[in-house]
Nanobody
Framework: QVQLVESGGGVVQAGGSLRLSCAASGRTFSSYAMGWFRQALGKEREFVAALSTIGGMTYYRDSVKGRFTISRDNAKNTVYLQMDSLKPEDTGDYYC???????????????WGQGTQVTVSS
């Protein structure tokens, strides 16, 4: 079992930055690929970014490339999502997830956090 707890959400003006954190406990964190997803009000959950276990391969949805950066600190059992140049369309609940391999599909992940809310005002 892996428990995931997100933090770092909040309200920010367009163009601003936030850093989300996802702290993991349970089985060896470094053995899991990690992903970030988001869900805006009334919309379906969508993939944001993912990070492999070995090699540090990263994957991003097109709309966040160049603005968001996913990273991990295995010593701290934490994965981060640095979000810069935020836009109102980035607003939503952000969830981290852990699984065996990085994927853009939420069903590929076995464990999920409860989410942290991000609001970007125009």
């Amino acid at each position: 079992q892996v428990q995931l707890v997100e933090s770092g959400g909040g309200v920010v003006q367009a163009g601003g930055s936030l850093r989300l954190s996802c702290a993991a406990s349970g089985r060896t964190f470094s053995s899991y690929a990690m992903g970030w997803f988001r869900q805006a009000l009334g919309k379906e959950r969508e993939f944001v970014a993912a990070l492999s276990t070995i090699g540090g391969m990263t994957y991003y949805r097109d709309s966040v490339k160049g603005r968001f950066t996913i990273s991990r600190d295995n010593a701290k059992n934490t994965v981060y999502l640095q979000m810069d140049s935020l836009k109102p369309e980035d607003t939503g609940d952000y969830y981290c997830a852990a699984g065996d391999r990085p994927s853009t599909y939420g069903n590929s992940y076995d464990y999920w956090g409860q989410g942290t809310q991000v609001t970007v005002s125009s």
